[in-house]
């Protein structure tokens, strides 16, 4: 039988445009269900000398956000503002939301590691929950339908920082450097992108069936 094509989606939990993405990148899991499998690649957005307080880059985010909800529609929500953002003590780092998703692909599969990366943004987003607060990661991990204490223990362990900064290392060698984005994985593993950026839904879903058909 032959392989299904992989597609494989540049996320990362603390992009906004990620966030805007949302609706686009369902309408594409929908559409090529049986088609096509998805993987998620993470290069680390947030890394080194960008993490910190979230409240020194609010006006940054607050422009930002704004641009995402003209472009796409989609809005963060209150909670968002409420308890992150207007506080702004929480420490923004990519690092533990990718590596709940790195492990949650390992556990699960690559479906379940899109599944949890896209609900740690959701959950930032959407709901004002920290990504990298262990009861965010269970719940996330739970309704992705992992046993989410099984992947709190790896997400806890003492190799698991390291693991996840090599596959950062690894990921942005292969070209994930922009958030988000679409390839198309070739043969020998190489990428070959579809999209770059909040593109609409039903025109992701043009460029992915002609990428397809090549």
């Given at each position: 039988?032959?392989?299904?094509?992989t597609?494989?989606?540049?996320?990362?939990?603390?992009?906004g445009w990620?966030?805007?993405?949302?609706?686009?990148?369902r309408?594409?899991?929908?559409?090529?269900?049986?088609?096509?499998?998805?993987?998620?690649?993470?290069?680390?957005?947030?890394?080194?000398?960008?993490?910190?307080?979230?409240?020194?880059?609010a006006?940054y985010?607050?422009?930002?956000?704004?641009?995402?909800r003209?472009r796409?529609?989609?809005k963060a929500?209150?909670?968002?503002?409420?308890?992150?953002?207007?506080?702004?003590r929480?420490?923004?780092?990519?690092e533990?939301?990718?590596r709940?998703?790195r492990?949650?692909?390992?556990?699960?599969?690559?479906?379940?590691?899109?599944?949890?990366?896209?609900g740690?943004?959701?959950a930032?987003?959407?709901?004002?929950r920290?990504p990298d607060?262990?009861?965010?990661?269970?719940?996330?991990?739970?309704?992705?339908g992992?046993?989410a204490?099984?992947?709190?223990?790896?997400?806890?362990?003492?190799?698991?920082?390291?693991?996840?900064m090599?596959?950062f290392d690894?990921?942005?060698?292969?070209?994930?450097?922009?958030?988000?984005?679409?390839?198309?994985?070739?043969?020998?593993?190489?990428?070959?992108?579809?999209l770059?950026?909040?593109?609409?839904?039903?025109?992701?879903v043009?460029?992915?069936?002609a990428?397809?058909?090549?």
């Open positions: 039988m032959t392989a299904l094509p597609l494989v989606v540049a996320h990362d939990p603390l992009c990620c966030w805007g993405f949302g609706p686009t990148l309408r594409l899991r929908q559409r090529f269900a049986g088609e096509a499998r998805f993987r998620v690649a993470m290069g680390g957005l947030v890394t080194g000398s960008r993490e910190r307080m979230i409240g020194l880059d006006p985010l607050m422009r930002g956000l704004q641009e995402v003209a796409t529609g989609v929500g209150p909670a968002f503002f409420e308890r992150v953002l207007e506080p702004g929480w420490v923004s780092r990519s533990p939301a990718c709940a998703a492990i949650a692909r390992e556990i699960g599969g690559e479906e379940a590691g899109l599944d949890v990366a896209t740690l943004c959701e930032l987003y959407g709901e004002g920290v607060d262990p009861r965010t990661v269970v719940r996330v991990a739970a309704a992705a992992l046993d204490e099984a992947l709190l223990a790896r997400w806890t362990a003492p190799e698991a920082f390291a693991e996840t090599a596959m690894a990921e942005r060698k292969r070209g994930i450097v922009s958030y988000p984005a679409l390839f198309l994985e070739d043969a020998d593993g190489g990428l070959v992108e579809i770059a950026g909040a593109v609409a839904p039903e025109e992701a043009a460029m992915v069936e990428a397809l058909a090549r």
